[in-house]
């Protein structure tokens, strides 16, 4: 009813307008991923389809040739875990602290968040190499230490996820209440907040894992294998590997978002902004 | 010794006592500092991690264009982005960010039209949100590889035209590896970001304001172009700008796709910073990056502001 009013005063397009417009852009989006989706069907230049390049990822014989790939996706997991135990033990306690405790650092926090927006990083792996150099030299060079840098490109991403559920729940109220009957900080922390945080925490981890694999240029730049600088390289032996791996993590990180969006309004409380 | 921890205890106690006693509190100063200091040496890891891992990397980014690689001071990098070779980079990434980001605004703004009165927990919408961030964060090397398959040499569409058609997109050489071939692919991941940072505001529009133009007798096409459109500007102007800096700083499909050469800047500090040559210059991409820098912060600094005015209408 209310549809069919909005529609006739204009506040609305009507459903062939609606229809004209989604089918023709989404047409147009779906066309590269179907010719991702037709090339690793591909038999070869000559033409003709053939199963070979899917059923070859299973085949024992061809593993050495995606041994770098693997490694690269083994490094992209263990990055994407660092990043999150970065955002969940370094950031998540410090927005609690300060919404609770610094009200006019807020905004000095939002902003902090925001700035690796400005800075990106091609401009960040500038100076992120030095900031390695050193870094190298006390914790080793193991791929897992590029984390930390991952940690500051997810930062206006988590950031967002955690302070639309912050500001949706009256946290200072809830803490106090929990103190006034009894409770210590650690308990308060554990029973009150952060089950109250927890789409605010899923979300942000999810986002973290999809940015981090996904993430290429300061793995690339700083001489490190994740699973996009595999793929690339794969890409030049291999393409048909190469892009049926890429459909499948195209796939995966679509699957997680869609789970991010689930979580996000099952309260009705849409955690992006 | 067995009195002295007793204090400790104490305050132990009185810390799980309620905070609403603040005479109390601040009857106990001692206890108080050293709370407060609690307070602040929780921020402690934050701030560490953010400076080490943020603040110093921008720093030296933008610094080191200052120096030569032996320390002394030098503003040879600085007078090198005036370089014609460096300004056709930086104006070629001008263009390109310009043309994807209005286009990219243009269909994605349609797009948030069509979605208009769609249930936000639909279906439709929550397919339509993933997607867009997965194309608008995730792209990168996928873009460039569907791009090849799609209108590569051999490219799914290339084909297709050549066979049905006898048009040949290539007849005048292959553009998709050189700075037109990044067009497509940028418009590809410009359109799912305008979706998501431009639907907040189309959402934004009150049913109210609609109604109360066709009340006093406006038309359609009044209340887009009198009500909405005044209301929506500064949101769509400020999406646009975001829009050029995604497309500004965006490097992985640019990579992916020109392996050769360095076309536009993202491409140029690469190359700075593996051959650490550019015009026979050390440490150019310091300077290549304190240009870019400068564009960004001109760019969203104008994206926060147009988006401070847009929040007013979102209550």
Redesign the interface.
Known sequence: M??SI????????GKA??SV??II?GLV?V??????L??TFRAG?AGGYTFAHWTGIFDPAQASNYSNLLVGIGNSVVLAIVTVA?VL???L??MI??HL??PR?RRVLEI?CI?????????????????YSVVVTILGGDTWTLA??Y??TV?P?AYRAIQANLGAVDMITLS?AG??L????LRVLWHVILPNLRRGIIAASFISV??V??E??IA??LNRTNM?TA??QL?QTDGYV??IF??L??IV??LI??L???LG?TRGN?S?? | MTVAPAPVVLNGDAEAQPRRHPLTESALPPRRTRKRLAKYLGLTPFAIYVLVFLAIPTLLAVSTGFFTSTGAFTMANIVGLFDPAILTTFFSSFWVSAVTAVVGAVVGALVCYALLGTKAEGALRSTIDSASSVLAQFGGIMLAFAFIATIGIQGMVTLFLKNTFGIDIFANGVWLYQVPGLLLPYIYFQVPLMIITFMPALEGLKPQWAEANATLGGTRFTYWTRVAAPVLAPSFFGSLLLLFANAFSSYATAAALISQGSQIVPLQIRTALISETVLGRENMAGALALGMIIVMIIVMTGYSALQSRTARWQK
């Open positions: 209310s549809r909005a529609t006739r005063i204009g506040a609305e397009p307008t609606r417009i989604l852009v989006f066309v590269p991923i179907a010719a991702m037709e090339f230049l970065i033990v370094v950031l306690p410090t602290l300060v405790q610094f650092l902090i700035v690796p927006i400005t800075v990106p990083a091609i401009v960040l792996v500038v100076g992120l190499a030095p900031v930390f840098a940690g500051i930062l991403y106090e103190r006034s009894g409770a210590g900080w999809a940015v694999l996904g290429f240029t690339s730049l996009q793929l690339l890409a190469a892009v890429a459909l993590s195209l990180a679509f978002l869609l991010i969006g689930r309004r849409r992006t902004s």
